[in-house]
């Protein structure tokens, strides 16, 4: 059964940045398209980005494009969440969540995605 383990969040200051590891266990990331997603309490979990399988596709919600970067090490079974020029709004819970598929990345739609992670806790304050 594939676990997901995010790590990486904390406090930091608006235009700061950040870099968030989401860690597979108990199964390998082969074969899953990986997304990040955030969620502030009393709104919806909003996708971000998603990186394919073999990481050769990436996408990215408006909002973070040209701030976020998304990668993985396959070797490692870790996917990042590169985050810079952070702002106040990127205040919230981050996700990441994995899916079975090959070559591309699904639709930012969390039925979309089988495993979960806990979550860690992104606060941008000065």
């Known amino acids: 059964q594939l676990q997901l383990v995010e790590s990486g969040g904390g406090l930091v200051q608006p235009g700061g940045s950040l870099r968030l590891s989401c860690a597979a266990s108990?199964?390998?990331?082969?074969?899953?398209?990986i997304g990040w997603f955030r969620q502030v309490p009393g709104k919806e979990r909003e996708g971000l980005s998603c990186i394919s399988s073999s990481g050769g596709r990436t996408k990215y919600t408006d909002s973070v494009k040209g701030r976020f970067t998304i990668s993985r090490d396959n070797a490692e079974d870790t996917v990042y969440l590169l985050m810079n020029s952070l702002k106040p709004e990127d205040t919230a819970i981050y996700y990441c969540?994995?899916?079975?598929?090959?070559?591309?990345?699904?639709?930012?739609?969390?039925?979309?995605?089988?495993?979960w992670g806990q979550g860690t806790q992104v606060t941008v304050s000065s």
């Open positions: 969540a994995a899916t079975y598929l090959s070559g591309t990345c699904p639709p930012f739609d969390l039925y979309e995605y089988d495993y």
């Open positions: 108990g199964s390998t990331l082969d074969g899953y398209a």
